[in-house]
């Protein structure tokens, strides 16, 4: 049998690949592994040409431009990558270390970061014959490619985050767009609602969709005012309907772990109820806590820095500051050349 990893995280979104990346400059060996087919998460999936306003260093980054660093970053250090692989089990093993049991396999490791996210997540659709026969003619619940949108008329449907960050991103290429939503409060960052109200596109507020008409694509919509009832048809090309998103934590939820409203509670070393399994990014719960990605990278950070004493009692949590630690390997490698 292969020799346990030292860290594996379960999970390969931006929060896993930053953690990926401390594991190896902590000189960890370390495994990545993702029931998706590619590295990235949610960001990778549903919105890699969408920017990203809030990481930190980066007035604004494309998702996948944000994917693609993290990637290169976390590669320096060679970890092993298993995808399209959902971890079914975990169980500590008599020697101390944890398996982890997939349909295709065994893992074995001394320490588990898990790094899920909101676990396996998939778009909300009306789930409407009349609406969702016009999928993939029209309708969309997610973009994956913005000059898929070049010169459309567009009506965005929502008022949360996804919503408004796609309607202000889809500006540079769509003809026309129209946002409407079934109240006049927004659920998305205050400063998305300001660029929004700035912005030329049309906001219909307490309007809803009542059908969409064309053959066989979308050439209509019909849109209602939920308070009057009055109707109005507009000429579009497409539909973005953003619902939110059906999370399920899958086999995560079997694994004897401390859960909080579909979150694993973790406390301030990152570290779950279970020994050696830590917790980090969206999946992890703890008060005060904030779903962003800048918040998730410091917490992977914690957990892997803190593994690394678990593993090694002798090791120091603090890692010391990158610069100067790279600054000493630069002059060793130099003094041995010479």
Known sequence: MEAPYDVTLVGAGPVALFGAYYAGFRGLRTKLIDSQPDLGGQVTALYPDKYIYDVAGFPKILGKDLVTNL???AMQYSPAICLNEEVRTLDHQPDGTIRLGCAGGEHHTRVVVITGGIGAFTPKTYKRAE?????????????????DFRDRNLLVVGGGD??????????????????????DG???????????LDSPITVKVFYEL????????????????????????????AVLAFLGLISNLGPIATWGLTMEEDAIVVNTKMETNR???YAA?????YPGKLKLIATG????????????????????VFPGHSSTIMDKAEKEVARQAH
């Open 71 to 73: 990637v290169e970053q």
């Open 131 to 147: 609406f969702d026969r016009y999928e993939g003619h029209g309708l969309y619940y997610a973009v994956r490619n913005k000059e």
């Open 162 to 183: 996804s919503a408004l960050d796609w309607a202000l991103n889809l500006l540079p290429y769509a003809r026309q767009i129209t946002l409407i939503h079934r109240r």
């Open 186 to 196: 927004f659920r998305a960052h205050a400063d998305s609602v300001k660029k929004l």
């Open 210 to 237: 009542r059908a969409i008409r064309g053959e066989p694509d979308v050439t209509e919509a019909v849109i209602y005012h939920n308070k009057t009832k009055e109707e109005e048809v507009l000429k579009v090309d």
């Open 275 to 277: 020994p050696g399994v």
């Open 281 to 285: 990014g969206d999946i992890a719960a």
């Open 297 to 316: 990278f410091g917490e992977v950070a914690t957990a892997v820095n803190n593994a690394a004493r678990y593993i090694n009692p002798e090791a120091s």
